[in-house]
T-cell receptor, first 113, second 115 residues
Framework: GNSVTQMEGPVTLSEEAFLTINCTYT??????LFWYVQYPGEGLQLLLK?????DKGSNKGFEATYRKETTSFHLEKGSVQVSDSAVYFC????????????FGRGTSLIVHP | DTGVSQNPRHKITKRGQNVTFRCDPI?????LYWYRQTLGQGPEFLTY????????KSRLLSDRFSAERPKGSFSTLEIQRTEQGDSAMYLC?????????????FGPGTRLTVL
């Protein structure tokens, strides 16, 4: 079946540091890949997505590249801010039906001033 | 704001009691999803509706769980004879129907605590 593996958190960084959150997946076919973010007390929000190999999703300074050869979709940001503190979820949605996403466990990011 | 809303935000109940949660999706969205999220885990799919039709149910959805979307607008999720293992955050999301992936918009969730 489909699965997503994320690095365990929390990830603790100082403001302006470089961020990488690793995500690898297992899926049949060619899934679409996503990063969702959940700020404290709020619902999950789609941060970025990529629908085919070598696509790069980007939003709010975050980027992730769909790497089929390594089955990875690592999230990166060059300079994090305190306001980026949240839980980040990697997810995939396989084609051919309802596109119900499979989520990873989430990685908590804490950014200190 | 016309995002997805869920009520109540928090529910504390005693084991064996029934609880019902409500989800109001974004008005033009015809798909509605329910997920369960436990501490330290990502959301796990429970069921989804397209308009009023319940099209898919996860094996996580035991027979104590029932969901409805009677007029294709709001939805309710009922848990009968609650157990401590039902304690979790219950998330609702909505989207437009499409032949490809459409972004799901999530509500803030209902946190259930079963004592």
């Amino acid at each position: 079946g489909n699965s997503v593996t994320q690095m365990e958190g929390p990830v603790t960084l100082s403001e302006e540091a470089f961020l990488t959150i690793n995500c690898t997946y297992t899926a049949t076919g060619y899934p679409s890949l996503f990063w969702y973010v959940q700020y404290p007390g709020e619902g999950l929000q789609l941060l970025l997505k990529a629908t085919k190999a070598d696509d790069k999703g980007s939003n709010k300074g975050f980027e992730a590249t769909y790497r089929k050869e390594t089955t990875s979709f690592h999230l990166e940001k060059g300079s994090v801010q305190v306001s980026d503190s949240a839980v980040y979820f990697c997810a995939l949605a396989a084609s051919g039906g309802s596109y119900i996403p499979t989520f990873g466990r989430g990685t908590s990011l804490i950014v200190h001033p | 704001d016309t995002g997805v809303s869920q009520n109540p935000r928090h529910k504390i109940t005693k084991r064996g009691q029934n609880v019902t949660f409500r989800c109001d999706p974004i008005s033009e969205h015809n798909r509605l999803y329910w997920y369960r999220q436990t501490l330290g885990q990502g959301p796990e799919f429970l069921t989804y509706f397209q308009n009023e039709a319940q099209l898919e149910k996860s094996r996580l959805l035991s027979d104590r769980f029932s969901a409805e979307r009677p007029k294709g607008s709001f939805s309710t999720l009922e848990i009968q004879r609650t157990e401590q293992g039902d304690s979790a955050m219950y998330l609702c999301a909505s989207s437009l129907r499409s032949d490809s992936y459409n972004e799901q918009f999530f509500g803030p969730g209902t946190r259930l605590t079963v004592l």
